[in-house]
């Protein structure tokens, strides 16, 4: 089945600086690749996602670039800001093709210090 | 914005009770899923649910779980005999349809078996 590693498990940035948390997964079926949010005993929420048929997607601050080949996809975020500190985790899907189950990367705890 | 809620947001349980936890997806959504979240830990599926049956589940979803969607708002899981390794968040999320893969989750329920 479907495996999602990331990585760091923690990153510790400044106000101001970029922060990027990688993953790859190993299914090369997986079509769709949401990242969350979570903060501290909330749910998680969808920030940003991108489709297998797409290299690269931005929202303001945050970004997203996918290697199909590689089996690899990042989350980019600039100008980092105390309020973005959370844990993020990526996950993989074969979503485009009927109502797969997210899989789940281990999370990385962000902290964005003032 | 429509969002997914859950029941009870905390629930305290003796191993061996049976707990129901409930969750109301998105109106409108067609697809359903529980995940849960140990704690400090990633995500995990646990199970997916169309057309009023299970669509896939994974090996964490034992005999000792069931799903049902009693009405038509209401999505529940519940667990026959809590052991104490069921502690964990619960997140339910909804999906509205083949051609939107992103999925919303819930606040979650926390459930502590003692």
């Known amino acids: 089945g479907e495996n999602v590693e990331q990585h760091p498990s923690t990153l510790s940035v400044q106000e101001g600086d970029s922060a990027v948390i990688k993953c790859t997964y190993s299914d090369s079926a997986s079509n769709y690749f949401p990242w969350y949010k979570q903060e501290l005993g909330k749910r998680p929420q969808l920030i940003i996602d991108?489709?297998?048929?797409?290299g690269e997607k931005k929202d303001q601050r945050i970004a997203v670039t996918l290697n199909k080949t590689a089996k690899h996809f990042s989350l980019h975020i600039t100008e980092t800001q105390p309020e973005d500190s959370a844990v993020y985790f990526c996950?993989?899907?074969?979503?485009?093709?009927?109502?797969?189950?997210?899989?789940f990367g281990t999370g990385t705890r962000l902290l964005v210090s003032p | 914005e429509p969002e997914v809620t859950q029941t009870p947001s905390h629930q305290v349980t003796q191993m061996g009770q049976e707990v129901i936890l409930r969750c109301v997806p998105i109106?409108?959504?067609?697809?359903f899923y529980w995940y849960r979240q140990i704690l400090g830990q990633k995500v995990e599926f646990l199970v997916s649910f169309y057309n009023n049956e299970i669509s896939e589940k994974s090996e964490i979803f034992d005999d000792q779980f069931s799903v049902e969607r009693p009405d038509g708002s209401n999505f529940t899981l519940k667990i026959r005999s809590t052991k104490l390794e069921d502690s964990a968040m619960y997140f339910c999320?909804?999906?509205?349809?083949?051609?939107?893969?992103?999925?919303?989750f819930g606040p979650g329920t926390r459930l502590t078996v003692l």
């Open positions: 996950a993989a899907s074969k979503a485009l093709v009927g109502f797969q189950k997210l899989v």
């Open positions: 999320a909804s999906r509205a349809g083949t051609s939107e893969p992103e999925q919303f």
């Open positions: 991108i489709r297998s048929n797409v």
């Open positions: 109106s409108n959504h067609l697809y």
